[in-house]
């Protein structure tokens, strides 16, 4: 399995954020082939440190590392990452992890 993580910094509007994000930038991610699952943070992003300067975490999850490659290199793929310009106008990072089990 292999993971694509999207660390949402806080952005100016988050009202105007989460309503762009849930109804038009959630539908366009769920066409990119080859996802298997995704998660997505649920209340405040916080830190041991305690506040943190993301608002929202999202987790896609795809078969491996070579679907992940693929699926990003899709139509689908691309036009999910160029939609971040649309919304996202705290930045984003992304992590992309290759996770095993201990």
Known sequence: MAKLIVLYKKPSDVQAF??????????????????EGVEVSDGPVGSPQ???PYHLVAT????????????????EGQK???????????GAEILIINPRSL
């Open 18 to 35: 989460n309503e762009y994000y849930f109804s038009k930038h959630v539908p366009i991610a769920s066409t990119i082939p080859g996802l």
């Open 50 to 52: 305690g506040e943190s």
């Open 60 to 75: 896609l999850s795809f078969a491996s590392m070579e679907a992940l490659q693929a699926a990003m290199a899709s139509p």
């Open 80 to 90: 999910t990452a160029a939609d971040l310009a649309n919304f996202a106008d705290g």
